[in-house]
């Protein structure tokens, strides 16, 4: 317990969040795309306890990362 009040009531923190793949390794690994989409929104859900996350998706080509850099 503090002594002290607090000064103005604490937000949740704001997270950018993409998964990061190659997409040269699409065909030669079956089922990686899928499992890495699947692990990011493992790790949104996880973080969404205490944060407000912006879950962009899967990057996989110089294309999508600059498109995801443009969103806000």
């Keep these: 317990m503090s002594v002290y009040p607090a000064i103005k009531a604490s ?30 929104r493992f790790i949104e859900k996880r973080i969404s306890e205490w944060a407000e996350i912006y879950y962009y998706g899967l990057v996989d080509t110089a294309v999508c990362s600059i498109c995801t850099a443009t969103l806000r």
């Excluded at 937000?11 to 969040?17: D, F, Y």
């Excluded at 998964?19 to 692990?39: D, I, P």
């Design 11 to 40: 937000q949740k923190p704001r997270i950018g969040l993409y998964s990061v793949g190659l997409r040269a390794y699409w065909e030669q690994f079956f089922g990686l795309k899928e499992r890495l989409e699947e692990y990011g």
